[in-house]
């Protein structure tokens, strides 16, 4: 059961993560008369959406009966005030992240974005050696070396770029200081999350009402897989963003050397979800 929610819960994510940035990206960029939305207020609504679908679920594993949901409701939440307040940190960070990457994507292109975004795996990497002591093999440490290579990569300029006049240097850079900054505090807010979910026993939607943010098929994830392997519904997703803005929004135009660059990114991606073999399995960054 735990396996096929795994595997079901990757699917998901790689349909939402690839629909969500192309939405997005579409929405920031549409050339129509009046002012553009705001971004704040997109988040506000896409929480109190994920609240409402929350206790829905809640209201399932209730039994579909409103006093159970009530009360569980009441002595989960309000009785509990200590185990909310613990997810004050990465509520207030998601928040923070949910709105850089509004700003990143009205000035970089959806493929570009996808990309510079997989730094969030190094960053999780990171933070999750140093807050939940796991080992990485030396296969592992490589590819996220590659990584980095790759999104710098992808971050130089090309000759189609370097003639094309729809995104100036100053957007660009604003674009990828907000994608820098959400992968740092997408790093550490997930593997905090992690960390709860897994040291407890609520309940993962309970948990989601209580944090309001995050998104509800990465909290499943994260449950019943972990941080970096979500990086590779994460690597799908790339592929397809990639196709769609260059097919249908018309805002990518692949090169050789983009392609490259991307393959850079993706290869640690995968890399990431290989075994340790026998040789490597006595390789920590921790001391045992």
């Not at 660009?172 to 550490?188: H, K, R, W």
Request: hydrophobic share 45%; charged share 15%; net charge positive.
């Amino acid at each position: 059961m735990s396996t096929n929610l795994k595997y079901l819960s990757l699917g998901i994510l790689v349909f939402q993560t690839t629909s969500l940035v192309l939405t997005m990206r579409y929405s920031r960029t549409l050339k129509e008369e009046g002012p553009r939305y705001l971004s704040s207020t997109a988040v506000v609504v896409a929480e109190l959406l994920k609240i409402m679908a929350c206790i829905l679920l809640v209201y399932k594993e209730s039994k579909c009966s409103l006093r159970a949901l009530n009360r569980v409701l009441h002595d989960e939440i309000l009785n509990k005030p200590m185990e909310t307040l613990k997810l004050a940190i990465p509520s207030g960070i998601y928040t923070l992240q949910n709105n850089l990457l509004y700003v990143a994507l009205s000035n970089l292109d959806a493929a570009t974005y996808q990309v510079t975004y997989q730094l969030k795996i190094l960053t999780t990497a990171l933070f999750s050696v140093s807050m939940l002591s796991k080992k990485l093999g030396v296969y592992q440490w490589l590819s996220l070396v590659i990584l980095m290579t790759g999104v710098a990569f992808v971050q130089w300029p090309s000759d189609s770029q370097l003639d094309s006049k729809e995104l100036s240097a100053g957007s660009q850079f604003v674009g990828l200081m907000a994608v820098l900054t959400a992968c740092f505090s997408s790093g550490f807010a997930g593997v905090y999350f992690e960390k709860i979910l897994k040291e407890t026993k609520q309940s993962v939607w309970i948990r989601n009402i209580q944090l309001a943010l995050g998104g509800l098929v990465i909290a499943a994830v994260i449950k019943y897989a972990d941080n970096i392997l979500k990086g590779f519904a994460t690597s799908l997703s790339i592929i397809l963003s990639t196709l769609i803005s260059y097919f249908w929004l018309q805002d990518f135009v692949p090169t050789r050397v983009s392609l490259c660059r991307q393959a850079g990114v993706l290869w640690p991606d995968l890399g990431s979800l290989q075994p340790p073999t026998p040789w490597f399995k006595g390789f920590s960054c921790l001391s045992p």
